[in-house]
């Protein structure tokens, strides 16, 4: 179905139900349903026409999920941007996937109106919380209340192979590529979310992460469940903590580097989280001592899945009984795993030369089924490349035990997974050797008990020259963002090389991920 089809479903049974809770503000279902029509008919009204890219810049505020909703409602396509990258990089996105419209926030502004600047399809601009300038707020901008409602512009199969999201995923080099989230997919993944994170009394979702990142298809599959979705402004360990029992939360996402900003926090053990029923971790590897500790901390709600933009976000489930049973002693070592495949997809291991793997084997992870997004957009090189030999390509290296549990061990892909998000090294490596004195660079992932994995850069200065490491890491920061830059920065006499020429990354990460039992975080 179509992302708006669940929210009519659920304002059909239960219309007074509140669907946004944010401070004193409370948004029923009923009424959201109405504001999706008066944002819908405005888009509509201005030309936007019929699958626009409409980009969302902003911190987490309930206007973002009125925004989307309401560009659902005109058929349009969901363009999340990430606030932490760089503004070089988010212009650049925006180009390539051809926006065409730009919901911002007001505490955003300079990067919004750049990208109105230099975006060449960017049109039509409003401001989520006031009015800035010549751009109307989004109150300003939708319909008037009782304006007609906008045509149900769907089909008996949910118009399933249209957009419903362009989302970023890193590259190698230039501009990240564009996943195609079509409505089989991603229903596909609301629908799989549903089906394993049941609920015997009305849900409760708490969005404290990112609603660009995974926390938005997370706060979409509540809404799916008729849930009531609290938001957060951003992630605080002891308002997280509280929430749960002042909001009776009842289902929340995070990455593992907030669990464990969380387990680390004074008041973690003072509060009441009898209600909780899925602390879902996702986005990087737990630490398995960790996990147990949260078990201990939180109860028997802690829960984890393995996927990727490309493959939405739950082709693996490790779920609550099974994580509470390891942390007890039963079956310990699956505290290490990503879990069993869904029932949405079939998952299975590969050699290089597209040949499934038996039992024992270790090889790449690929995948088939509902949850596989429709490639990248505008680069069907590198579609047909993560498709080949018929399976989708993870690029991580995994094994799977007699029950079928799968655990990542290595990364196929040159690739950083720090506090959830993905970092591509020779994006980072480029941009190091952009500055003076540096002869060589090769940027690794190491373990940190914060980020899981903390992208460092390794240099070789030109003879004669050191550079300063903290002029590097800042120009970093300034060309990437914080997320990319390196956290550390060690000067070395020489990178090592195979023996085809290429940088021995193994090699280098040995040094750090000695003692580790997998080369992941």
Not at 31 to 60: D, E, F, K, Y
Not at 156 to 180: F, H, M, S, W
Not at 385 to 392: L, N, P, T
Request: hydrophobic share 45%; proline share 7%.
């Amino acid at each position: 179905m179509r992302s708006i089809d669940y929210l009519d479903k659920q304002a059909a049974l239960h219309p007074d139900r509140a669907l946004l809770v944010t401070g004193d503000q409370s948004i029923t279902y009923a009424a959201m349903q109405a504001l999706t029509h008066r944002v819908a008919g405005a888009m509509l009204a201005a030309g936007m026409p019929r699958q626009a890219r409409v980009a969302i810049l902003s911190p987490n505020d309930p206007a973002v999920v009125v925004a989307m909703l309401g560009l659902w409602r005109a058929d349009a396509v969901w363009i999340p941007v990430n606030t932490r990258n760089a503004i070089d990089a988010n212009i650049a996105y925006l180009a390539y996937v051809g926006a065409d419209g730009l919901f911002y926030h007001s505490s955003l502004r300079d990067d919004a109106l750049r990208m109105q600047a230099e975006v060449p399809s960017l049109r039509h601009m409003v401001c989520l919380d006031r009015a800035d300038g010549d751009v109307p707020s989004l109150d300003a901008f939708m319909l008037p209340a009782g304006a007609p409602a906008v045509a149900d512009a769907g089909n008996p199969n949910g118009n399933d192979e249209d957009l419903a999201a362009i989302i970023a995923t890193g590259g190698t080099t230039g501009p990240a590529k564009g996943v195609r989230a079509t409505n089989r997919s991603w229903g596909t993944m609301l629908e799989t979310i549903c089906h394993l994170m049941p609920c015997d009394s009305p849900p409760v979702f708490l969005a404290t992460a990112p609603l660009t990142h995974a926390a938005g298809p997370f706060t979409l599959a509540g809404i799916a469940m008729g849930a009531t979705v609290v938001v957060h402004p951003g992630f605080d360990a002891g308002a997280v903590l509280r929430a749960f029992a002042n909001e009776r939360v009842t289902h929340i996402f995070l990455p593992p580097t907030a669990l464990y900003t969380m387990l680390a926090h004074p008041e973690a053990r003072a509060h009441d989280y009898s209600a909780l029923r899925y602390f879902l971790l996702a986005g990087s590897p737990v630490i398995p001592d960790r996990l147990r500790e949260a078990v201990e901390v939180f109860g028997p709600a802690m829960c984890q899945s393995y996927g990727q933009t490309e493959f939405h976000l739950i082709a693996t489930w490790l779920p609550p009984h099974i994580v509470a049973a390891a942390a007890a002693g039963d079956h310990p070592e699956r505290l290490a795993s990503c879990g069993r495949a869904t029932p949405s997809v079939r998952v299975e291991l590969m050699d290089d030369d597209g040949a499934l793997l038996p039992l024992g084997e270790v090889g790449e992870i690929v995948g088939r089924g509902g949850i596989v997004g429709g490639g990248y957009h505008a680069l069907p090189g590198a579609s047909a490349e993560a498709a080949a030999h018929g399976w989708h390509h993870t690029g991580d290296v995994g094994r799977r035990d007699a029950d079928g549990y799968y655990y990542i061990v290595d990364r196929k892909k040159d690739m950083i997974v720090t506090g959830g998000f993905n970092v591509y090294s020779a994006e980072v490596e480029a941009v190091v050797a952009e500055m003076p004195g540096v002869h060589e660079c090769a940027v690794i992932g190491i373990p940190d008990a914060k980020w899981g994995e903390a992208v460092t850069a390794l240099v070789v200065a030109a003879p004669g020259q050191r550079p300063d490491p903290t002029a590097i890491i800042a120009h970093c920061k300034a060309r990437l963002g914080s997320v990319k830059a390196p956290k550390h920065l060690y000067f070395r006499d020489a990178i090592p090389r195979t023996a085809v020429g290429k940088v021995d990354k193994k090699t280098l990460r040995a040094e750090f991920w000695g003692g580790h039992d997998r080369a992941v975080n």
